[in-house]
T-cell receptor, first 110, second 116 residues
Framework: QKEVEQDPGPLSVPEGAIVSLNCTYS??????FMWYRQYSRKGPELLMY????GNKEDGRFTAQVDKSSKYISLFIRDSQPSDSATYLC??????????FGTGTRLTIIP | GAVVSQHPSRVICKSGTSVKIECRSL??????MFWYRQFPKQSLMLMAT?????????EQGVEKDKFLINHASLTLSTLTVTSAHPEDSSFYIC????????????FGPGTRLTVL
């Protein structure tokens, strides 16, 4: 079993829809959770950073962390074609290196 | 803030030559830098972690003599692929963390290496 599980997709949704992306993990020591967006042939861009459990909102993006269920989510509201990318969840404990999910390929259909 | 740059963005070289890739943190001091490799449609594979002024820590299976990493300052790390071969062709991405946003990790735009 991988430490971090993420559905690779691909996921296609119509423009304007709400997108839900999720990851589950097995290591209860993870405390820091991140979501990255990666366009083709580009480096990952940090979208959301959350420490421990709870919600965080930034514009159209909301990140949720449920440590009791070892489950994190990223919601994208009013999705746009420019949101089409691969979304990577990542997490770590303390000073350790990041552990990544495999990434979900998302396509927003105009 | 938290910008990481990489140079070059793309390099094509002949087999047997060495290639150096630079990674710079432009607006923060990067106490730790990471080097990743990514194959098409795959996730990131960590190659090594380097702390400023210290030797890099390589992941299992990564040849330290082939992939030389230098983290000489708080804003610069370099990866040198020595005696490159076609199988080294890949997308190399650095990332950095440090400063007040220490627990966040910021990535460079990546370098595409093609070895002929």
């Amino acid at each position: 079993q991988k430490e971090v599980e993420q559905d690779p997709g691909p996921l296609s949704v119509p423009e304007g829809a709400i997108v839900s992306l999720n990851c589950t993990y097995s290591n209860s020591a993870f405390q820091y959770f991140m979501w990255y967006r990666q366009y083709s042939r580009k480096g990952p861009e940090l979208l959301m950073y959350t420490y421990s459990s709870g919600n965080k909102e930034d514009g159209r993006f909301t990140a949720q962390v449920d440590k009791s269920s070892k489950y994190i989510s990223l919601f994208i509201r009013d999705s746009q074609p420019s949101d089409s990318a691969t979304y990577l969840c990542a997490m770590k404990s303390g000073n350790e290196k990041l552990t990544f999910g495999t990434g979900t390929r998302l396509t927003i259909i105009p | 803030g938290a910008v990481v740059s990489q140079h070059p963005s793309r390099v094509i070289c002949k087999s047997g030559t060495s290639v150096k890739i630079e990674c710079r943190s432009l607006d923060f001091q990067a106490t730790t830098m990471f080097w990743y490799r990514q194959f098409p449609k795959q996730s990131l594979m960590l190659m090594a972690t380097s702390n400023e002024g210290s030797k890099a820590t390589y992941e299992q299976g990564v040849e330290k003599d082939k992939f030389l990493i230098n983290h000489a300052s708080l804003t610069l790390s370099t990866l040198t692929v020595t005696s490159a071969h076609p199988e080294d062709s890949s997308f190399y991405i650095c990332s950095a963390r440090g400063g007040i946003r220490y627990n966040e990790q910021f990535f460079g735009p990546g370098t595409r290496l093609t070895v002929l």
